[in-house]
């Protein structure tokens, strides 16, 4: 069965720090991974995605995540934390031959000014 | 194309009412998906279409949950009768079956937030 864990329900940084989320999958095979964002009231927008291509997969505003096989990993880190970077960050998994997207529990991103 | 678009946005009703959400999936998606998001459980998936047959509903609740795909662009989950437990954002997501493995991403709409009283 498929599944992804991500670890700390909450992260706290301070502006202009290094954003670190951690996301762990298990799978047999390598999945797709995906890392979405949800601000207040709003529904879930895809930050970046994992496809089997290059391990290092840039998104938008500024994050960017790395596939390690070897680790079962996908974290999501961005060089310097922006005030509007606070939000909920969902780590999700599809398998390659399945049809369904397993969702994290998410991590609450506060940005400290 | 404008994306998932869902309806109603915020949805207050007694409980017992008969509550419905809509859905309209992005043109030529294939899967349809209904999650609920709260805050103990977090975002559940509740069932799945593909081409508008429904795939996997074991994450429906209760038998007062029903969901229905009558065509390739409208979706309508059902709550009949409602309670204050199903208070909640419900969200729908498309996505299409990629060419390689596996599906691209699912987009989402902007949910519906339900509150039944």
């Known amino acids: 069965a498929q599944s992804v864990t991500q670890l700390g329900s909450h992260v706290s940084v301070s502006e202009g720090a290094l954003v670190l989320l951690r996301c762990n999958y298990s799978?047999?095979?390598?999945?797709?991974l995906f890392w979405y964002v949800q601000y207040p009231n709003q529904g879930l927008q895809l930050l970046l995605k994992?496809?089997?291509?290059?391990?290092l997969v840039k998104g938008i505003n500024g994050f960017e995540a790395e596939f390690k096989k070897s680790e079962t990993s996908f974290h999501l880190t961005k060089p310097s934390a922006h005030m509007s970077d606070a939000a909920e960050y969902f780590c999700?998994?599809?398998?390659?031959?399945?049809?369904?997207?397993?969702f994290g529990t998410g991590t609450s991103l506060t940005v400290i000014p | 194309d404008a994306g998932v678009i869902q309806s109603p946005r915020h949805e207050v009703t007694e409980m017992g009412q008969e509550v419905t959400l809509r859905c309209k999936p992005i043109?030529?998606?294939?899967?349809l998906f209904w999650y609920r998001q709260t805050m103990m459980r977090g975002l559940e998936l509740l069932i799945y279409f593909n081409n508008n047959v429904p795939i996997d509903d074991s994450g429906m609740p209760e038998d007062r949950f029903s969901a229905k795909m009558p065509n390739a662009s409208f979706s309508t989950l059902k709550i009949q009768p409602s309670e204050p437990r199903d208070s909640a954002v419900y969200f729908c997501?498309?996505?299409?079956?990629?060419?390689?493995?596996?599906?691209?991403?699912?987009?989402f709409g902007q949910g519906t937030r339900l509150t039944v009283v």
């Open positions: 994992y496809t089997s291509a290059a391990t």
């Open positions: 799978s047999s095979v390598p999945p797709y």
């Open positions: 997501a498309s996505s299409a079956y990629g060419t390689g493995r596996g599906n691209t991403e699912a987009f």
């Open positions: 999700a998994v599809s398998p390659n031959t399945g049809n369904q997207f397993y």
């Open positions: 043109s030529g998606h294939d899967y």
